[in-house]
T-cell receptor, first 112, second 114 residues
Framework: AQSVTQLGSHVSVSEGALVLLRCNYS??????LFWYVQYPNQGLQLLLK??????LVKGINGFEAEFKKSETSFHLTKPSAHMSDAAEYFC??????????FGQGTELSVKP | KAGVTQTPRYLIKTRGQQVTLSCSPI?????VSWYQQTPGQGLQFLFE???????NKGNFPGRFSGRQFSNSRSEMNVSTLELGDSALYLC?????????????FGPGTRLTVT
């Protein structure tokens, strides 16, 4: 069965610092992986997705993620955090049955 | 292009009542999925509809049901509401191409059961 684990339910960084949000997946088939962001009282916005075309995926708002098969990881990074990046981030794997399986989410706080 | 829309955005219901939520997918998208988001359980898949047929179903009781219309709009219904049904219900649409199409979410319907 496919699953996703996000390490750290809360991450706090200073403005301008590196953002690193960790995601590990379990899948017996080549996975399709997603990162979504959710701002308070809003739905999920797609940041980026991996569909086997390239291992380094660039997304919106300066975020990127690297697919590492050997580590079964798909960590999300941003070189320099902005206050506006404060939100909850979800990693997800697309199940062949047509559904997204989400991690538990990581809340990112950005300190001035 | 217009995104996924959900109505209503907020609902307050009483235990035992029933509720219907609506979702209009992005134009041209034929697959609609529903997810429940709660602080305790996170994001959980409810069901997926494609061409008016339920194609996949999550592990929820039969009180949760849905349907899809010929224009791809979808509704979900929850009968005999329980306090634990309080959640954000998210609708997602995708075009249904090859592999994992871009899956777009609506803003959600916040349901509060008192």
């Amino acid at each position: 069965a496919q699953s996703v684990t996000q390490l750290g339910s809360h991450v706090s960084v200073s403005e301008g610092a590196l953002v690193l949000l960790r995601c590990n997946y379990s899948s017996s088939v080549p996975p399709y992986l997603f990162w979504y962001v959710q701002y308070p009282n809003q739905g999920l916005q797609l940041l980026l997705k991996y569909t086997s075309a390239a291992t380094l995926v660039k997304g919106i708002n300066g975020f990127e993620a690297e697919f590492k098969k050997s580590e079964t990881s798909f960590h999300l990074t941003k070189p320099s955090a902005h206050m506006s990046d404060a939100a909850e981030y979800f990693c997800a794997v697309f199940n062949q049955g047509g559904k997204l399986i989400f991690g538990q989410g990581t809340e990112l706080s950005v300190k001035p | 292009k217009a995104g996924v829309t959900q109505t209503p955005r907020y609902l307050i219901k009483t235990r035992g009542q029933q509720v219907t939520l609506s979702c209009s997918p992005i134009s041209g998208h034929r697959s609609v999925s529903w997810y429940q988001q709660t602080p305790g359980q996170g994001l959980q898949f409810l069901f997926e509809y494609f061409s008016e047929t339920q194609r996949n179903k999550g592990n929820f009781p039969g009180r949760f049901s849905g349907r899809q219309f010929s224009n791809s709009r979808s509704e979900m219904n929850v009968s005999t509401l329980e306090l634990g049904d309080s959640a954000l219900y998210l609708c997602a649409s995708r075009k249904e191409g090859q592999g994992a199409d871009e899956i777009s979410f609506g803003p959600g319907t916040r349901l509060t059961v008192t």
